[in-house]
Structures are given as structure tokens and as C-alpha cells.
């Protein structure tokens, strides 16, 4: 069967890491669109033609580190697919350092009609996947337990830097508004070893967001919400002693 991973390898720059030289989670997040958009185009299933039609758009995804990488690290990434579903697609990500497996990324993407706003199977625009692998190379993102109280943070409004080509907040942003409501000292303190992200729902530019936390030792769910009180998304992120 065809070799259906994509890779990258790159050295972490001192504009990708934090005050303790640690590599920010949404550069990582970049990296998996980055390497996941020439993935896609390797396996003829997104190309430049459909940039203002179509776009994949990750619904969940869910990241695990063993320990934190670092300033002038060098990583491996690489990613591949397995079997999906009519508009359900699954997508897995391996991060490597010294030869070494350190963390792994399970994810589910759908295409976006841009202009619809809404979802769209490929089959029905003409796009075939490959055969892929039909058992799953790493367990799909689980269900977030909303089992500890929330309390409300703050209110955002999505603004210009906070937008992407599908014309809604970019994924990575989610991440950045959630890690900045969390204690900047429990940051120094610890590092993140696990990240759940669910995505409900798209959030279009100038809307509003209210941010809600709630948490229980190391561990911290954010969730956003519109005015309605409909969720956005909800993320639960651990943290581990370093």
C-alpha cells in the first residue's frame, strides 16, 4: 500500500516558545495544519482551486505529550489517515525528538461548503480518499465530562488576527483564549501533557465569545459561549508535574 504519512522535521524557534523557552501549543496546532493542508493535496483531496469554496475544518481533536519540547529542539512530525465516514474524517499526528516518540494527536475533519456554511461530504464534489489503514491508528478524541463547576472569566470578541481563510476563528486561537485564563504561575509550575478541544460550533468574525473555567487540581475545562449561552467549543486540558 502507498506510504500515506506526510512529515516535517524543524528546529524550534526562539519566536515559537514562551518565557521558559517552551514551545507555545498553538505554533504546534500551526504545524499540524500546515503539515495536514500537504498532506491533503499529496493524497489529491484539498488543492489551491478550492481555497475559496471548500475548506477542512477540524471538528475535535485530541493532543498527548509525555514532556515539553523546547527552544532549538528538533521534531519530527508526521501525519496520516485512516478510514472515514461520509463527512467524518479522522486524522492522526506523531511527534518525535532524538528518535524518540513523545506525543501523538488523534483529530476529526469535515469539509466546509464556505459559502453554505455548512458541511459537505467530498464524494458529493468529486474528491475520493485513498484506501487507508481500516483499524484506527490511535483512539479518537473522547468526550469532554463536564463533572466540575464553571465559573465565568471574561468576555472576547473575535477580531481580525483571530480569523482564517474559512472565514470563521481560526482553530488555533481557541487554544491561545484558553491557556491565557489559567494561572500564569501553575504555567511555570507544570506543563501540559493532555488537550481535549471539541468544536461545536464555528464562531464568525466580530461575534462575541463568553469564556467560562472551571478546574480540580491539574485539571482545567474552558468552554466558550455565545450570548445565547450556546457552546462554542469546550477544551479540557492536564497538566503534569514537571
Not at 200 to 222: C, D, Q, S, T, W
Amino acid at each position: 500500500m502507498e506510504d500515506l504519512k506526510s512529515y516535517e522535521t524543524r528546529v524550534i524557534e526562539i519566536n515559537e516558545v514562551d518565557d521558559m523557552g517552551e514551545y507555545f501549543f498553538h505554533h504546534l496546532l500551526n504545524r499540524f495544519a500546515q503539515i495536514a493542508t500537504e498532506s491533503a493535496m499529496k493524497l489529491g483531496v484539498w488543492n489551491y482551486d478550492m481555497m475559496s469554496k471548500y475548506g477542512w475544518v477540524v471538528a475535535k481533536q485530541y493532543l498527548h505529550l509525555d514532556e515539553p519540547i523546547h527552544y532549538q529542539d528538533c521534531i519530527e512530525l508526521s501525519t496520516t489517515i485512516s478510514k472515514g465516514t461520509y463527512v467524518s474524517f479522522p486524522r492522526y499526528y506523531y511527534i518525535k525528538k532524538d528518535n524518540r516518540l513523545i506525543g501523538t494527536c488523534s483529530s476529526v475533519w469535515t469539509l466546509l461548503d464556505i459559502q453554505k456554511r455548512r458541511m459537505v461530504s467530498p464524494q458529493k464534489i468529486g474528491i475520493t480518499f485513498p484506501e487507508a489503514p481500516l483499524e484506527h491508528l490511535l483512539e479518537l478524541p473522547p468526550a469532554i465530562q463536564k463533572d466540575i463547576e464553571f465559573q465565568y472569566m471574561t468576555e472576547r470578541k473575535v477580531l481580525y488576527s483571530d480569523v482564517d481563510i474559512n472565514q470563521h476563528m481560526n482553530n488555533t486561537r481557541y487554544v491561545e483564549w484558553a491557556l491565557d485564563l489559567i494561572d500564569f504561575d501553575k504555567h511555570h509550575q507544570c506543563f501540559i501533557s493532555d488537550l481535549n478541544i471539541q468544536y461545536r460550533k464555528e464562531i464568525r468574525p466580530l461575534e462575541k465569545v463568553k469564556l467560562f473555567m472551571a478546574e480540580n487540581g491539574h485539571r482545567y475545562i474552558v468552554e466558550g459561549r455565545n450570548q445565547e449561552d450556546e457552546v462554542y467549543f469546550t477544551i479540557e486540558i492536564y497538566f503534569h508535574d514537571r
